[in-house]
């Protein structure tokens, strides 16, 4: 009788060169999809969508495993790359998967972001590079979740003073008081200041208390040699000039 096994049978203790699929863990469906995402970016980073981004930040916080769910729900929860930037430590670590290390990257990266915008315009004729003015003030308060009130503090050649958050309040609003912010212009010897704040709901309109308080503060600056250039208010809908609307 033949010792040879039937036809399409090895031996016994012999491979047929084909994997049996026992004991060989399947290859992770992401394998390969970090460089694929990273030379995308490389050749169309203007294109990739915002949870795509929000990987390739995530994966100098994960070495290893897949972040395309954390991303998306990062997105989910928040709304996009800016808004996730922007949120609150303890409201990122409620996400699952976040944990320490992708928050520092996160807030690493809005702080970098805000720096950014602030060297184009600082040690500038503000009011000549004035869409500068706008991208940081959005850059640094569109997004954020309570209200807050900030001032720009110009020489009299217009140049960057210095640039403070005056008041931080809720959702809605946020206290200011007129005689403080003169009196902080006369400290730093300001002749002019543009006031910035944002609406957390998104809309940048006006409101009623918006106009009235900017008034009060021009009708205090102007005798004391203070000009207000504007009063800009940003929000995740876009911004509105008080310049623009006729409102100074």
Do not use: W
Not at 4 to 10: D, I, M, N, T, Y
Not at 131 to 159: H, I, P, Q, W
Not at 193 to 215: F, K, V, Y
């Amino acid at each position: 009788m033949s010792d040879e096994p039937p036809p399409g049978r090895a031996r016994r203790g012999t491979s047929t060169g084909k994997p049996s699929g026992k004991g060989l863990a399947e290859a992770p469906h992401f394998l390969g999809h970090r460089q694929r995402l990273r030379e995308r970016f490389s050749q169309t980073a203007d294109a990739l969508p915002d949870y795509e981004l929000l990987e390739l930040v995530l994966f100098r916080s994960i070495a290893r495993g897949d972040v395309k769910g954390i991303a998306k729900a990062l997105i989910a929860r928040f709304g996009s790359f800016a808004e996730v930037l922007a949120a609150a430590p303890e409201l990122l670590g409620e996400v699952k998967g976040v944990g320490p290390a992708i928050i520092h990257d996160l807030k690493l990266i809005e702080q970098a972001s805000k720096r950014v915008a602030m060297g184009a315009i600082r040690n500038r004729q503000v009011l000549g590079s004035y869409n500068s003015v706008v991208d940081y003030c959005r850059t640094a308060m569109a997004f954020a979740e309570l209200e807050e009130f900030r001032l720009l503090f110009l020489d009299k050649k217009n140049g960057l003073i210095g640039d403070e958050v005056m008041q931080r309040g809720t959702v809605d609003h946020t206290p200011v008081y007129p005689r403080e912010i003169v009196r902080r212009a006369l400290q730093l010897n300001a002749s002019a200041i543009i006031l910035a704040h944002n609406h957390p709901s998104g809309d940048p309109t006006p409101s009623r208390a918006d106009i009235e308080m900017t008034r009060e503060i021009v009708n205090l600056a102007e005798p004391l040699g203070i000009v207000v250039h504007d009063h800009l208010i940003v929000g995740r809908k876009g911004h509105a000039s008080f310049r623009a609307l006729g409102l100074l």
